[in-house]
């Protein structure tokens, strides 16, 4: 494959789910890469050691969206993005509405069960972007930065190899269950919003009656997604996602996670 042919839009990952949000969490890469710019280019290692490690769950893994963030902040440097068996960490449905128009993903506690995961390596810029973008420096931020560490965890790189632990981001809200209690699994956007609105009317009053309406009124007004983010706790929907207690009263990770040699330093590479 060319230089020409790696990039995003002939990849087909170039679509930004905070612009297209019933797209949302975007199209995945089927194999690890760099992404660099408008180009997914091939990765040579799988590991990075003056990066730190974050295990993306939802839009993070979308190339498009993770250019867009980085792009907003006039980051160019590129991101390496590592496919990786992960044990012990799934994808659940968030307790909130975002301000981009979708209900996103959240990891939950999955033990013994493996998902195909992206590790991203991010420098100590790209690492604050994407936790503004998280809302982890917000004192009411939907999400908090957590370590993740092994064994709890385990995370699985291409060549066999393991890590100490990654960071990932943890709800604040907590997560969405299935009616008995359990973390119900994000089957994607519009099929999410389409149950949603058909089994609360209350939502349907606040958001319409489709998934297009859902966004539409969702993008236009923080308010009401606040308010559609209270209903999920008034209706009863919500519970623990099982990652709660490695999240610091910081939400921003650090040695106090408990990783054997505490989480990786960060910098610039």
């Given at each position: 494959?060319?230089?020409?042919?790696?990039?995003?839009?002939?990849?087909?990952?170039?679509?930004?789910?905070?612009?297209?949000?019933?797209?949302?969490?975007?199209?995945?890469?089927?194999?690890?890469?760099?992404?660099?710019?408008?180009?997914?280019?091939?990765?040579?290692?799988?590991?990075?050691?003056?990066?730190?490690?974050?295990?993306?769950i939802?839009?993070?893994?979308?190339?498009?969206?993770?250019?867009?963030?980085?792009?907003?902040?006039?980051?160019?440097?590129?991101?390496?993005?590592?496919?990786?068996?992960?044990?012990?960490?799934?994808?659940?449905?968030?307790?909130?509405?975002?301000?981009?128009?979708?209900?996103?993903?959240?990891?939950?506690?999955?033990?013994?069960?493996?998902?195909?995961?992206?590790?991203?390596?991010?420098?100590?810029?790209?690492?604050?972007v994407?936790?503004?973008s998280?809302?982890?420096?917000?004192?009411?931020?939907?999400?908090?930065?957590?370590?993740?560490?092994?064994?709890?965890?385990?995370?699985?790189?291409?060549?066999?190899?393991?890590?100490?632990?990654?960071?990932?981001?943890?709800?604040?809200?907590?997560?969405?269950?299935?009616?008995?209690?359990?973390?119900?699994?994000?089957?994607?956007?519009?099929?999410?919003?389409?149950?949603?609105?058909?089994?609360?009317?209350?939502?349907?009053?606040?958001?319409?009656?489709?998934?297009?309406?859902?966004?539409?009124?969702?993008?236009?007004?923080r308010?009401?997604?606040?308010?559609?983010?209270?209903?999920?706790?008034?209706?009863?929907?919500?519970?623990?996602?099982g990652?709660?207690?490695?999240?610091?009263?910081?939400?921003?990770g650090?040695?106090?996670?408990?990783?054997?040699?505490?989480?990786?330093?960060?910098?610039?590479?």
């Amino acid at each position: 494959m060319t230089v020409e042919d790696r990039t995003l839009r002939a990849l087909g990952l170039d679509v930004v789910p905070r612009e297209h949000p019933l797209s949302y969490p975007g199209a995945w890469p089927r194999e690890s890469g760099l992404l660099d710019g408008d180009r997914l280019l091939p990765l040579d290692r799988w590991s990075f050691a003056d990066r730190a490690p974050v295990v993306s769950i939802g839009s993070n893994a979308c190339p498009g969206q993770l250019r867009h963030k980085m792009a907003e902040s006039g980051i160019v440097s590129p991101v390496p993005m590592v496919r990786a068996r992960v044990t012990g960490v799934g994808i659940g449905v968030s307790a909130h509405v975002s301000r981009p128009g979708y209900v996103s993903n959240a990891p939950v506690a999955t033990p013994g069960r493996v998902s195909e995961l992206f590790v991203l390596w991010l420098d100590a810029r790209q690492l604050t972007v994407i936790d503004a973008s998280e809302g982890v420096p917000l004192p009411h931020g939907n999400f908090r930065r957590a370590w993740l560490p092994a064994p709890g965890v385990r995370i699985e790189l291409p060549d066999g190899s393991t890590l100490p632990g990654a960071y990932a981001y943890v709800n604040r809200r907590g997560v969405l269950h299935d009616g008995t209690g359990t973390p119900r699994t994000h089957p994607g956007q519009r099929p999410l919003l389409t149950n949603l609105l058909a089994t609360l009317p209350r939502l349907r009053d606040l958001f319409g009656t489709t998934p297009e309406e859902f966004t539409a009124r969702a993008r236009a007004d923080r308010e009401l997604c606040e308010k559609g983010s209270r209903l999920f706790a008034e209706e009863g929907l919500v519970t623990t996602g099982g990652l709660e207690q490695y999240v610091t009263s910081s939400g921003a990770g650090g040695e106090a996670q408990g990783a054997p040699s505490g989480p990786p330093r960060t910098g610039r590479s």
